[in-house]
């Protein structure tokens, strides 16, 4: 009943504004601080503002009279607060005597709305319990007795932020760097010069380097500003010049070169882009052929067939296939996407990942949108790890630092399946090899002439070479490898992602409608020749 106007959603949806009062209020605020201010805290800022001006305009509104409870005595003449009608004025112009049959003598009031001109009545000295007796004493509380802004802000958001945001986005006084707002004539004067040493200093780190590390290398430390101003300034300066790229958290930022950007970051490597048109309609599927989904290990796989993830869990294994480890990435499958910080869609982040095995640290690149981390082909080779290796991400206490490590073992030689191109052809072959790590024995796949088998890629890709043909073309080739007469899902998967990247999804799909191939149960299919 006693509801105030920024209580309500109209309000912030429809009147709340941010006035010239509001912002110059907040321009004195930077001044006394001397410190930048996170979107959350201008938004607890220009509620608590609203509430306040509400607050004025209340007290003034209240001084004009008393607030009306039916329990009081008035007179003709006394003007009258009405909480019930947003707390408008009203004058008594009479009054009478009146009677309830249960409560017994009261007195009726006849009042003139000030501003409405309109009339209405009104009980007084009425002794019975009523809503709106002690009115005065609960003016702007909430029904806990507590100040709600930040509640406010939590409820109202959708219409409070984009509004601040807005109107300090016009408003020149006012920068922003990753949705922290500071005063631009309190930012810290940096000159072209030192822009410089942060470019030579990042390029000689060859790695990125955060603010902190920079503004040691700048000698800014003492420069009079506070240190959260310090800060701000740089990456406000560095964000606005071409030459340096962001590759941080949102609220971490981590400064790059440009120039220094792998190009395998700003675009997909070959091998891992699905073609288009490949696809599958899972309800088409047996379902003991649709189970495989989860068996497989590819980001491709749509999230509600891959492997169940564990949210409290500390680390991953999964299998390494052809297109990441030709293209020296890792996929980020869900259970991975589990371990990394959360990240927009667009950010390119830099992560550090600590090699298990020795200790040593190498910078991987997280593309989100295409869910592959980049920076790993030479770990592959210095590891020796074949396609089929068990790869293993463990998390650290630090969200940008992550341990990559295989499953080592013993260094053996075995008979694994080879891919190499004979006349212009795909195939396949068991050679003795060196393995010193553990590996999925129905995946693990070596190879033989790599610049071979990137040509025969690239032949199938320009020729746009359908599933179906590979299949008629690598299924024999793997029969002859085995004395079982089937060859299981998860070889065909990884076999025919040597010759062109294919989901498990859409594998299963050809698989499934092909006229020469036949399900064995278990993972295992069969290829009827002429």
Not at 174 to 198: S, T, Y
Not at 231 to 259: E, H, I, K, T
């Amino acid at each position: 009943m006693n509801q105030r106007p920024t209580q309500t959603a109209a309000f912030w949806h429809n009147d709340f504004q941010i006035t010239d009062e509001a912002t110059d209020a907040l321009y004195n605020k930077f001044i006394e601080s001397g410190k930048p201010c996170s979107i959350d805290e201008l938004g607890l800022f220009f509620v608590q503002k609203a509430l306040e001006d509400e607050e004025k305009a209340l007290r003034a509104e209240l001084a004009q009279g008393r607030i009306y409870q039916p329990n009081d005595s008035y007179a003709v003449g006394d003007t009258l607060i009405f909480t019930q009608y947003n707390y408008a004025a009203a004058t008594v112009t009479a009054t009478r005597s009146g009677f309830h049959p249960e409560h017994g003598e009261f007195t009726v009031l006849d009042v003139s709305f000030n501003e409405q001109n309109v009339t209405a009545s009104f009980a007084a000295d009425f002794s019975a319990p009523h809503a709106l007796t002690d009115a005065a004493n609960k003016i702007g509380v909430n029904d806990d007795g507590t100040s709600k802004t930040a509640q406010l802000l939590e409820k109202f958001r959708a219409d409070i932020i984009p509004k601040i945001e807005k109107a300090l986005a016009e408003n020149p006084n006012f920068v922003q760097f990753n949705h922290e707002w500071f005063l631009a004539d309190m930012l810290v004067e940096i000159q072209e010069g030192l822009l410089n040493i942060v470019d030579a200093a990042i390029d000689i780190n060859n790695g990125p380097l955060d603010v902190a590390a920079l503004i040691e290398q700048l000698e800014l430390n003492d420069n009079g500003a506070t240190p959260e101003a310090t800060q701000f300034s740089v990456n406000y300066m560095l964000d606005a010049d071409p030459r340096f790229l962001n590759v941080g958290l949102p609220g971490q930022p981590m400064w790059y070169l440009q120039r220094l950007k792998p190009p395998q970051v700003a675009q997909p490597p070959h091998n891992l882009i699905v073609p288009e048109g490949l696809t599958f309609d899972p309800d088409t599927l047996a379902p003991d052929i649709r189970a495989l989904l989860s068996e497989i290990d590819d980001e491709a796989t749509p999230p509600e067939f891959a492997r169940a993830v564990d949210p409290d869990a500390g680390e991953v294994t999964f299998v390494l296939n052809y297109p990441h480890r030709r293209s020296g990435t890792l996929p980020v499958l869900p259970a991975v996407e589990a371990l990394l910080p959360d990240v927009p869609d667009d950010r390119i982040v830099a992560l550090q990942f600590v090699d298990g095995q020795t200790g040593e640290e190498r910078v991987g690149w997280y593309v989100r949108r295409h869910r592959y981390i980049f920076g790993f082909g030479d770990w592959f080779v210095e590891h020796r790890l074949p396609v089929g290796a068990f790869i293993v991400l463990k998390r650290t206490d630090d969200p940008l630092k992550l341990v990559v490590d295989y499953v080592p073992q013993r260094t053996l030689r075995e008979w694994v399946r080879v891919a190499t191109v004979k006349n212009n052809q795909l195939a396949f072959e068991m050679r003795n090899r060196q393995l010193s790590c553990r590996y999925d024995e129905l995946m693990v796949i070596g190879e033989e002439g790599s610049e071979a088998i990137d040509a025969f890629w690239q032949k199938t890709a320009e020729k746009n070479t359908p599933i179906s043909v590979l299949i008629d073309r690598i299924f024999p080739e793997l029969l002859k490898l085995t004395s079982q007469g089937a060859v299981h899902t998860n070889t065909l998967y990884s076999a025919i992602n040597v010759a062109r990247r294919c989901p498990p999804g859409p594998l299963l799909q050809e698989l499934s409608d092909h006229p020469r191939c036949e399900w064995m149960r278990h993972g295992y299919w069969t290829y009827k020749t002429e």
